[in-house]
């Protein structure tokens, strides 16, 4: 069973950065990967960014530029570097754990963006 906590959330003015970090424990099956979602108010969630055991990314279109996904895979732990934040990133981020066709969520961490 892997167990997700999501850290690094908060409020910032647009044009700020955060930092989200997910670490995963327990028992961590190969050949799996980790992302964020997001889901805003009214809103269905999305992907934001998923990468890979061997580092493959991939990103929803408005982040593109602006994100950064990446994870040290000997600390099971996924980042997510936003910079120059819109009002519209503001949603609820979530940590997702895939592999073997089963997901694995995270709690879900807030982050608002003020104009």
């Known amino acids: 069973q892997v167990q997700l906590v999501e850290s690094g959330g908060g409020l910032v003015q647009a044009g700020g950065s955060l930092r989200l970090s997910c670490a995963a424990s327990?028992?961590?099956?190969?050949?799996?990967?980790m992302g964020w979602f997001r889901q805003a108010p009214g809103k269905q969630r999305e992907l934001v960014a998923d990468?890979?055991?061997?580092?493959?990314?991939s990103y929803v279109d408005t982040v593109k530029g602006r994100f950064t996904i990446s994870r040290d895979n000997a600390k099971n732990t996924v980042y997510l570097q936003m910079n120059s934040l819109k009002p519209e990133d503001t949603a609820l981020y979530y940590c997702?754990?895939?592999?073997?066709?089963?997901?694995?969520w995270g709690q879900g961490t807030q982050v608002t963006v003020s104009s």
């Open positions: 990468i890979t055991e061997g580092g493959s990314t």
């Open positions: 997702n754990f895939y592999s073997h066709g089963n997901d694995v």
């Open positions: 327990g028992s961590i099956p190969r050949f799996n990967v």
